[in-house]
């Protein structure tokens, strides 16, 4: 009997190997592993629905701001470089929505607001040229990297190691959004008339936005 049971663990190991070896090969799955743990009270609940419902609404506002750009400069030849930062909106947004629904986290109720003003404020900036919709590109990419460290930083003091998977999406998106940002800089976002002023009202908005989209 021993001998039978020794034969047939080992026949079932290779089985037992290739289905782990699926797991850890598709880590962003929903179906074997979750990014967010279960939260242990209410406290750490409302502090994780408060991240993932502002993380998902600015990158939301982020994908339709490039939307609003790619309408104006989509066939000039900047219409490339701002596809190529949509794209990635795009995979952001992809993530987090999966994220919320296997969390149970309702979105921000300001999602129709996002999606109208986020469109006009890419496609206005975008009328005053490449230089325009560069300038507000930076404008946002630096208000959204700045946020995602404010998490990074709170999640880190509470349990670094608890958070190990979110901790690690919020900081690869991060770098996306400072690539972004230094992409805006390099393609003279710097040179649109009144830039500093047209930079701080956008990151007026953004701050505003993200306070309103962590509560409602």
């Not at 967010?36 to 009270?41: F, L, Q």
């Not at 990635?88 to 979105?107: D, G, T, W």
């Not at 959004?177 to 393609?187: F, P």
């Amino acid at each position: 009997m021993h001998i039978l049971a020794y034969v047939s663990l080992q026949r079932a190991l290779p089985v037992i190997v290739r289905q782990g070896a699926k797991r850890r090969a598709c880590p962003w799955s929903s179906r074997w592993y979750s990014v967010v743990p279960t939260p242990r009270d209410s406290e750490e609940k409302e502090m994780l629905h408060r991240i993932l419902r502002v993380d998902h609404a600015g990158e939301y506002g982020a994908s339709r701001i490039y939307a609003g750009q790619m309408a104006v400069l989509g066939r000039s030849s900047t219409g490339p470089l701002i596809q190529e930062m949509w794209d990635q909106e795009k995979k952001h947004l992809e993530k987090f929505n999966e994220i919320l629904a296997e969390s149970r986290v309702r979105p921000t109720a300001l999602l129709p607001l996002w999606n109208v003003a986020g469109f006009l404020l890419g496609a206005s900036t975008a009328l005053l040229g490449k230089e325009g919709a560069m300038a507000c590109t930076v404008a946002v990419e630096e208000s959204i990297s700045e946020h995602y460290n404010s998490q990074i930083r709170t999640l880190m003091e509470q349990d670094p190691e608890r958070y190990t998977e979110l901790l690690k999406v919020i900081k690869e998106f991060r770098d996306d959004e400072l690539e972004h940002h230094d992409t805006g800089l390099e393609h003279d976002a710097e040179s649109v008339p009144g830039y500093w002023l047209l930079k701080n009202a956008i990151q007026i908005g953004c701050k505003a936005a993200i306070c309103v989209s962590q509560r409602v």
